[in-house]
């Protein structure tokens, strides 16, 4: 049926390659334009009705996008866009919890924080861009990073499971929050909503801009991760690259929206776990098994355990 269905939409693809980058790049370039003009005039905290809008906007327009990779594509291809924005998105509930540690440590009023995350999602397209392309780059001269791309999301995974959120906790004490506060001259005091200040001749950071490269070198590691598994996905690097951005684009919204209660969903970390472990040995399964596992499996492994993950951490929070 799949093989059909995907037959028919391979067929009716009208567009070249380099259309389908230009109209993901008006489409990116609107909503983030939306986002900033629209939403996010002021410094102000946005309002709970506010943001929830706003991150409908942005799954709304992820999923449109999505069914316009099944008609260009193909629906394999398509269900592999949906697997590569699922796990991209539940990954940035982990970078959400991570988030909200840096604003504290840092002292970072949520008035301010909008325009942190915002400068801090334009660094994480192009950062992302970087590292894609040199994935690409890597797989189509050495097929065999795709086995070390398994190995390390299989390694992610069961570090997920085994890792308690005790030992995540105390952000000030990471290696990166001390390298950065050593590196660079910072004002200990907010300066408005200004990120860089001369003062004796001097430039330095404030807090604000010692924020925004905190989450870009927490971008980057989470990187590490997210990359290798949509990789083992999909090597199709319009994919790759348009659900990557698609389920980071919505981040700053579902930041305020979830930030308060990221932490009560207990279960969805050991789910993503399960996924990246399932992303990372699903390379092994034609050799040890003799089948290939399709795009629409991917899918419903992936789409399944993040429900119930969210679904059991909601029940045993509501009797708890």
């Known amino acids: 049926m799949f093989e059909k269905l995907n037959e028919l939409f391979t ?3 009208i567009l070249s390659q380099e259309s389908m980058w230009v ?6 370039l609107a909503l983030l334009f939306f986002d900033l003009f629209v ?17 409908i906007l942005y799954i709304a327009a992820a999923c449109l996008f999505g069914v316009f990779v099944i008609y260009e594509k193909g629906i394999d291809l398509g269900m592999d866009y949906f697997t590569g924005f699922l796990v991209e998105k539940s ?3 982990d970078n959400i919890f991570i988030m909200s540690l840096v604003f504290a440590s840092i002292g970072v009023p949520r008035e301010y924080q909008h325009r942190v995350l915002f400068w801090g999602i334009l660094g994480a397209i192009v950062m ?7 994935g690409e780059a890597l797989i189509a001269n050495f097929h065999w990073v795709l086995y070390v791309f398994s190995v390390i999301l299989v390694y992610t995974g069961i570090k997920m499971l ?14 990166v929050y001390k390298f950065i506060a050593k590196t660079f001259r910072i004002t200990k005091k907010l300066h408005g909503e200004h990120f860089i200040i001369e003062k004796g001749n001097k430039y330095y950071m404030t807090p604000l801009f010692f924020a925004l490269i905190v989450i870009e070198t927490m971008d980057v590691i989470f990187a590490l991760d997210s990359i290798p598994a949509i990789f083992l996905i999909t090597q199709d690097v319009f994919v790759v690259y348009t659900s990557n951005i698609f389920a980071i684009l919505g981040l700053r919204a579902l930041y305020f929206l979830l930030e308060a209660v990221v932490h009560k969903f207990k279960y969805l970390k050991p789910a993503l776990a399960i996924i ?3 992303i990372g040995l699903k390379i092994f399964v034609p050799k040890l098994f003799g089948f290939e596992l399709e795009a629409i499996h991917s899918l419903s492994v992936t789409f399944g355990l993040l429900f119930g993950g969210i679904a059991f951490s909601v029940i045993k929070d509501k009797k708890a």
């Not at 939403?39 to 991150?55: A, G, S, W």
């Not at 992302?128 to 040199?134: C, E, F, K, N």
């Not at 085994?162 to 290696?175: A, Q, W």
């Open 11 to 13: 067929n009716h693809t």
């Open 23 to 28: 109209i993901f790049g008006i489409v990116v």
């Open 39 to 55: 939403f996010n005039r002021k410094n102000e905290v946005p309002n709970f009705m506010h943001t929830l809008i706003l991150c």
């Open 91 to 93: 990954l940035s509930l």
């Open 128 to 134: 992302r861009a970087i590292l894609i392309y040199v």
């Open 162 to 175: 085994v890792t308690k959120d005790e030992e995540e906790g105390n952000f000030k004490e990471s290696k």
């Open 276 to 278: 990246l472990v399932f």
